[in-house]
């Protein structure tokens, strides 16, 4: 073997041994931080001086025990899909109101707990909504440390609190429209975007009437209900499933949010034209067409050259 063939061999098994040791620490760093949370969020309401406990459930779906502390921190929204950005510094902030059980305590594989905590609203505080979350810090034991088989991680519950008093309940309908202007055939993709204008966090009820270019309604579509904070805007969605195959139509948004249901309305208009179902035909009919066409040409020159003959 020469040592050009030797050194190709020996780069190969090496980046197959790396590939290798990245795949098994990736599934053991996977298998370690498979701890799970429920529920996702609480959305709580109370009055100036309420002490509001409650509770979730923290669960090590994996082999590797871990060390827990529970934590908090306020958020914001960011994007319009419901992702969040802690921050300590909130126009909204709540973290400072929950009281958590501040001890750490292991986790062991399979095993589950439930951490309690309270929300103890002051007597002064401001109506409207505050937010934070509540989550599990998650660190690594010792043995896990020096494997290196554990990756920290954060996971928690939003907490959502609605304090009592005069408070401003608004919203307006940033924009409403289907996916594309025409379609083939269904489902019709619908895109919502709801802004908050408000103090309080909102959850808009929502449906459209699709009618048709005869104003008849042809179906109900419900929109998926979001919360939506104050000072963003959230993307919702609907489909309508069961379309029919042609035709010009208009879809009517109404919402319903607050307390008060307050309504909202949009609409927007799109096409349905089964192009290639109308492509085929159009073919089939030029063809037809051009087969009569010369058929009767044909039946024509016959005919001459008949009475041609018969002259």
Not at 145 to 174: H, N, P
Request: with cysteine; charged share 20%.
């Amino acid at each position: 073997m020469n040592k050009k063939r030797f050194f190709i061999l020996f780069l190969a098994a090496l980046v197959a041994a790396f590939v290798y040791a990245q795949l098994y620490y990736s599934a053991k760093a996977a298998d370690a931080t498979n701890i799970s949370i429920s529920p996702l969020t609480f959305d709580l309401a109370g009055n100036p001086g309420d002490s509001l406990a409650n509770e979730f459930l923290i669960r090590n779906s994996g082999k590797d025990s871990v060390v827990v502390s529970i934590e908090t921190q306020d958020f914001v929204a960011t994007g319009e899909e419901g992702e969040i950005d802690f921050t300590d510094k909130s126009t909204y902030s709540l973290a400072d109101w929950i009281e958590v059980d501040s001890q750490k305590y292991t986790l062991q594989g399979g095993q589950q707990k439930r951490a309690k905590f309270i929300v103890r609203i002051p007597y002064k505080a401001e109506p409207g909504g505050h937010y934070a979350s509540v989550y599990a810090h998650i660190s690594p034991t010792v043995s896990g440390a020096q494997s290196g088989s554990f990756v920290g991680q954060k996971i928690g519950s939003l907490v959502l609190l609605r304090v009592a008093g005069k408070t401003a309940e608004d919203a307006k309908v940033a924009s409403f429209d289907t996916a594309k202007d025409s379609y083939q055939s269904g489902p019709v993709d619908f895109d919502v975007r709801i802004e908050n204008t408000g103090s309080v966090h909102l959850k808009p009820k929502g449906i459209i009437a699709v009618t048709n270019i005869w104003g008849k309604k042809v179906a109900d579509v419900t929109v998926e209900q979001k919360n939506v904070l104050p000072g963003a805007i959230r993307h919702m969605t609907a489909k309508w499933e069961n379309t029919p195959r042609f035709g010009k139509y208009t879809a009517t948004l109404l919402s319903y949010y607050g307390a008060e249901n307050k309504q909202l309305t949009a609409a927007t208009t799109f096409w349905i034209i089964p192009w290639k179902f109308i492509l085929i035909c159009t073919t089939i009919l030029i063809v037809i067409a051009a087969l009569i066409y010369m058929g009767r040409r044909r039946l024509k020159e016959a005919g001459k050259a008949l009475l041609g003959k018969k002259r």
